[in-house]
C-alpha cells in the first residue's frame, strides 16, 4: 500500500490510521523473524499515538498526508525514548534523549513511528549482512541481501511492515537497497535534510532521506522532513517525458554491470526515446579516480569517530567492520588532503555533464541483489568484489552532493529487482523528482 | 613516505598488535592510496601548481 492511496482515506475517516497500524504490526510480527527487518518495534507506542492521530483527524486537525501514516526509521537516528543501536553492541545501552531533527519534523507532521530498523553496522557497509543484531534478508529472496546500509528500512517499505521510511546514505545507503528490494530510495541534496541526531560515519558525505513505495511517496516524506520554510503544498507535476532532456552517464558507470541489469536499464533508456526523450551521452572525466576519493575520505571520517571505542570496546564490533575501521586508522593525513582535493572536482564534472540536460541517468546499483556472504560477483569484464559494485554507481554523488534518486526499472529472470538512477542538478530536487514522477509511469506502462 | 614503505609499516604494527588479519585489508587500502597518489589534480612542489578548476571563479 502506498501513502498516497491511503493519505486521503485517513483523512477523510473510511480508514483509520489504528487499523493500517495494526496491519503494519501484524506484518512485522510475522515477517520479521525471518527478514530481520527491525531491532526494535515500538508496538504501544505506535498504537497509541494512531488512536491520538484518529481523534485528532476526527476533531478536525489534519497534520497533513502523514498523519497517522505508519513510518519505520533507520536505527541510526535519534527517536526520543527508544535505543539507537547503530547495528552495533558498541550502543546497545544508548537510549536517545531526544528526537533527532528529522524524527522531530516527522512526529510534528502526524506520522506513527512502528520502530527502528536494522542496517549493516554504524552504515559501514553495502549488505547489511554485519549488524550486532543479526544480518538482514531480501524479501524477494531471503538468501540474498537487501543491500545497505538502510537494509531494514527498505525490506520494511517492499513488504509493508511501514508505508515509508527515514534512511542515510554515504555511499548510496538509502539507493543501494532501494535498487536491492525494489522501492524508491532519494539521497536529497547533501545539507539539504538536517543530520542533527544521526549517528555519523563521513558527515561530509552523510544524506538523510526517505525510502517509499514511489516516487510521489518518496516525495511526501522529502517534504516533510525539510525545514517548514522550504515545503510545498502539492506534489509536483509528472515533467513531460516528450522533450525530456537525459544524460545517460556512459563509461564508468555501465563498465561493471550484471548483464540483466544491463539489459533493464538499456530496455528503459529505449523506452524514454520512444516516447520522445532526448538522450544524449554524457561522462566524468575522472570517473576512475571516485572510488579511490571516497575511501579514503570516509576511512579518514570514521576513523577520527570511532577512535575511542575501537581502543576500548573493540570486541563489540562486528569482525568484518572493525577490521575496516583499524584500517582506516592507517589513512595518512596528506592522502586524506589528496582526496579532499579530488572531491570537488568530482562535483563540477558531474554539474557539468548536467549542463543542457534535466537528469542524469545511469544503474543505481550495478547487480541484483547479491547472495548473503557472496565476497565477489560475475559482471561485464569479470568477477568484481560485491562492495565495490555495490558503491560502484552510486557513490559519486556522494561526493559531488547531488540529489539522486534509484527508482524499479525491472526484474532479472528470477524475479529481483533492477534499479535505474536519476540525478538531478543541485537546488532543483522539485525538478528531479518531476522527471523520475515521468519515468516512473513510462516504466509502469511499458 | 612512498606506499610501499607506508604498507610495510603498516603491516609491521598490524603484526605486533596481534591483528593479522588486517594485512590483506591493508595491501587493498594500498592500491587504493598507489591510484590516488597517481591522480593528476595532485602538487608537486617542484613542478607547475596544477589549475584548481572547481574554484576558479573566473570559469
Known amino acids: 500500500m502506498k501513502i498516497s492511496e491511503l493519505a486521503p482515506k485517513v483523512a ?6 489504528e487499523k493500517i497500524t495494526e496491519n503494519c504490526l501484524a506484518t512485522i510480527a510475522d515477517l520479521n523473524p525471518k527478514l530481520n527487518a527491525f531491532i526494535t518495534v515500538t508496538a504501544d507506542q505506535a498504537l497509541a499515538r494512531a488512536r491520538q492521530a484518529d481523534q485528532e483527524i476526527a476533531g478536525g486537525r489534519r497534520l497533513g498526508p502523514l498523519h497517522g501514516i505508519p513510518i519505520s526509521i533507520k536505527d541510526l537516528i535519534d527517536v526520543e525514548g527508544t535505543p539507537t543501536t547503530a547495528g552495533s553492541l558498541v550502543r546497545k545501552e544508548h537510549i536517545a534523549t531526544r ?19 536494522n542496517l549493516h553496522e554504524f552504515a559501514f557497509g553495502t549488505t547489511s549482512e554485519d549488524s550486532g543484531f543479526g544480518l538482514a534478508r531480501n524479501p524477494h529472496d531471503p538468501s540474498r541481501s537487501p543491500g545497505g546500509s538502510s537494509g531494514g528500512s527498505a525490506i520494511a517499505v517492499a513488504t509493508g511492515m511501514s508505508l515509508g521510511t527515514v534512511g542515510t546514505d554515504t555511499g548510496g545507503s538509502i539507493r543501494i537497497p532501494a535498487a536491492a528490494c525494489g522501492i524508491v530510495g ?27 513505495a514511489s516516487v510521489a511517496d518518496a516525495w511526501t516524506l522529502y517534504n516533510a522532513m525539510q525545514p517548514t520554510a522550504s515545503r510545498v503544498r502539492e506534489l509536483p507535476d509528472a515533467a513531460a517525458v516528450k522533450g525530456l532532456r537525459v544524460g545517460v552517464l556512459a563509461g564508468y558507470l555501465f563498465d561493471r554491470l550484471d548483464a540483466d541489469v544491463e539489459r533493464s ?77 579530488g572531491k570537488p572536482i568530482i562535483a563540477t564534472e558531474v554539474d557539468r555533464a548536467l549542463e543542457g540536460v534535466d537528469v542524469l541517468l ?27 559494485l555495490m558503491l560502484r554507481c552510486t557513490q559519486p554523488f556522494n561526493l559531488s552532493g547531488h540529489p539522486a534518486m534509484s527508482l524499479p526499472c525491472g526484474k532479472t529472470p528470477t524475479g529481483l529487482p533492477i534499479g535505474l538512477q536519476l540525478v538531478g542538478h543541485k537546488g532543483r530536487t522539485h525538478a528531479l523528482v518531476q522527471a523520475a514522477l515521468a519515468v516512473e509511469e513510462v516504466i509502469a506502462y511499458s | 613516505m612512498t606506499v610501499a614503505q607506508w604498507l610495510a609499516l603498516a603491516r609491521a604494527d598490524a603484526e605486533q598488535r596481534g591483528v593479522p588479519d588486517l594485512i590483506p585489508v591493508l595491501e587493498g587500502l594500498a592500491k587504493a592510496t598507489t591510484q590516488l597518489r597517481a591522480a593528476d589534480w595532485n602538487d608537486d612542489s617542484d613542478k607547475d601548481l596544477k589549475d584548481d578548476e572547481a574554484v576558479d571563479e573566473d570559469q
Open chain 1, 99 to 117: 528526537d533527532a531533527v528529522v524524527t522531530r519534523r516527522l512526529r510534528e507532521a502526524g506520522a506513527v513511528f512502528v520502530g527502528k530498523t
Open chain 1, 186 to 212: 532519494l539521497k536529497p541534496e547533501w545539507g539539504r535534510i538536517s543530520a542533527t541526531g544521526v549517528v555519523p560515519l563521513s558527515r561530509q558525505l552523510d544524506h538523510v532521506g526517505p525510502l517509499a
Open chain 1, 12 to 17: 477523510a475517516g473510511t480508514i483509520t490510521s
Open chain 1, 362 to 388: 545511469c544503474p543505481a546499483l550495478s547487480i541484483p541483489a547479491p547472495p548473503l556472504g557472496a565476497a565477489t560477483m560475475p559482471v561485464k569484464g569479470g568477477a568484481e568484489a560485491v562492495r565495490t
Open chain 1, 265 to 341: 536499464v538499456l530496455s528503459t533508456i529505449e523506452l524514454l526515446k520512444g516516447k520522445g526523450a532526448t538522450v544524449t551521452e554524457v561522462t566524468l572525466p575522472h570517473a576512475n579516480d571516485i572510488a579511490t576519493v571516497y575511501l579514503h575520505l570516509v576511512l579518514g571520517d570514521a576513523a577520527e569517530y570511532h577512535a575511542r571505542t575501537l581502543e576500548s570496546r573493540p570486541q563489540d564490533y562486528t569482525p568484518n567492520v572493525r577490521l575496516r575501521l583499524e584500517m582506516a586508522r592507517y589513512v595518512l593525513a596528506e592522502d586524506y588532503i589528496r582526496a579532499m582535493r
